[in-house]
């Protein structure tokens, strides 16, 4: 059993840790939790389209194997339906999940440094 006097010593020596823990640390002139999410947000952004065509491609081989599938096969093909379905959601969910880190972390995609055509 841990004693109240060294309970209370092991809470002021990490008072220190407390008191820093006031501001995200920085690295490179931009904070950790920003760059985090900019790089989770990236990681998704590259990854999630190709994973939905797939997850398309699926719900319609499934489909398609629903459709011309009979008897106890149709029940089969009629569960892979549904799970294709529930992969397309749970994908477009990650989706969302990554725009909203990256709201929340203000590491949105910024701005495009190619300058518009002006015609004067």
Not at 41 to 51: E, G, K
Not at 62 to 71: A, H, R, Y
Not at 106 to 113: F, K, L
């Amino acid at each position: 059993m841990v004693s109240k006097s060294k309970l209370f010593a092991l809470a002021l020596s990490l008072s220190p840790i407390l008191a820093l823990a006031q501001t995200a640390p920085t690295f490179g002139g931009s904070t950790y939790f920003t760059t985090m999410s900019s790089t989770f947000a990236t990681v998704i952004d590259n990854l999630l389209p190709a994973f939905m065509g797939l997850g398309f491609i699926a719900f319609f081989y499934f489909l398609f194997k629903f459709i011309t599938s009979q008897g106890e096969d149709k029940a089969k093909e009629k569960k892979n339906l549904l799970w294709a379905v529930v992969a397309i959601i749970i994908m477009i969910s990650i989706y969302g999940l990554a725009g909203l880190v990256q709201d929340i972390f203000g590491a949105g995609a910024g701005t495009s440094t190619i300058s518009a055509p002006i015609i004067e």
